[in-house]
C-alpha cells in the first residue's frame, strides 16, 4: 500500500506497518540526508486541530503514520483507506529485525535506568542517549541542543521520545542541520513499552480498538483529561470534515 491520504487535517501515507518497515530500512544510511517519520494517534490530530501552527512540523516530515486504530475506522466509515502502523510495533519490529545490535544508535528521552535496560535487552554496544530537561517545549535552547547532539552522531536510527509536540520539534530541528544523517522517529513512550516499564495493552484489547482504556486504567490521573475530555473532540472534527467534503464535492 502506499500514496497519501488526506484526513482530519493530516496527510498521512498510507503505509502499513510491514510496508512502512521495510520502507524505513531501505531509507536509513549514515550516507543519506537526515529524514524523520512522525505517528500521530487520536491526541495529536485533536491537538493539531487545537493548534495549526503544529501543522509545519508535520509537513515536514518524511512519512507521517497513521498510529491508531480509532483514526483507521473513522476513516473506513468515509470510504478512505488509512492502514495502521503503530509506532510502538515499529519501534519493536526495528529493534528485533533490522537494527545490529553492534552499530550505532541514538536516543533522545528517556533517564539513565531506561537505557541501561534497553542496552541489556538488546545487547546495544553503541547506544548515544541524550537527555534533555523537561521543559523543552518552552525551551527552544534545550531542542537545538538536542538536535545538535543527534546531527552529530550520524546513526541509522534516532529514537526521539519525548511526548508531542516537543519530539517533532526535535526531530525538524535535526532536519535543518546539513550534517545530520539517517531516519529519526518520533514514537513517544515506544521505549517505555519495549522496557517494560509501562505494561502496553494485550493484543485482542488493540485489535478491538481499546488500547486507550487499557491506558486510562493504567494512569488515570495522568491521561484522564486526553481519553475523556480532549479524545472524544476527534468525533466533532470527523463530522466537521465530512461535511466540508460533501460540500466540495456538491460545488
Known amino acids: 500500500m502506499a500514496g497519501k491520504v488526506n484526513f482530519l487535517g493530516v496527510r498521512f501515507d498510507a503505509l502499513d506497518l510491514e510496508t512502512a518497515l521495510d520502507r524505513i530500512a531501505a531509507r536509513a544510511s549514515i550516507e543519506a540526508p537526515f529524514a524523520y517519520v512522525t505517528t500521530p494517534n487520536v491526541d495529536h490530530v485533536v491537538k493539531l486541530a487545537r493548534d495549526p501552527a503544529r501543522t509545519a512540523l508535520y509537513k ?85 541542543a538536542a538536535a545538535a547532539f543527534a546531527a552529530q552522531q550520524h546513526t541509522r536510527f534516532t529514537f ?19 550534517e545530520a544523517t539517517g531516519v529519526g522517529l518520533c514514537v513517544g513512550a515506544a521505549l517505555d513499552f519495549l522496557t517494560g516499564r509501562k505494561t502496553r495493552a494485550p493484543r485482542w484489547m488493540r485489535m478491538a480498538r481499546l488500547e486507550w482504556l487499557h491506558r486510562l486504567a493504567s494512569e488515570p490521573q495522568r491521561l484522564w483529561r486526553r481519553y475523556l475530555v480532549d479524545g472524544p473532540y476527534v468525533f466533532s472534527l470527523f463530522r466537521a470534515w465530512r461535511a466540508e467534503i460533501a460540500a466540495a464535492n456538491s460545488a
Not at 162 to 167: L, N, S
Request: glycine fraction near 4%.
Open 60 to 144: 515536514s516530515a518524511w512519512l507521517t503514520l497513521n498510529d491508531s486504530r480509532i483514526l483507521s475506522a473513522l476513516a473506513a466509515r468515509a470510504n478512505v483507506a488509512l492502514p495502521v502502523a503503530p509506532g510502538s510495533d515499529l519501534t519493536d519490529a526495528l529493534f528485533d529485525r533490522v537494527i545490529d545490535r553492534h552499530e550505532p544508535i541514538t536516543i533522545i528521552g528517556g533517564d539513565a535506568e531506561m537505557i541501561a535496560v534497553m542496552r541489556a535487552r538488546y545487547g546495544l554496544s553503541d547506544l548515544r542517549w541524550h537527555q534533555p530537561p523537561m521543559d523543552l517545549k518552552t525551551n527552544p535552547r534545550a531542542i537545538v
Open 160 to 178: 526521539v521520545c519525548v511526548g508531542a509536540p516537543q519530539q517533532e520539534m526535535i526531530a525538524y530541528a535535526i532536519s535543518l542541520q546539513p
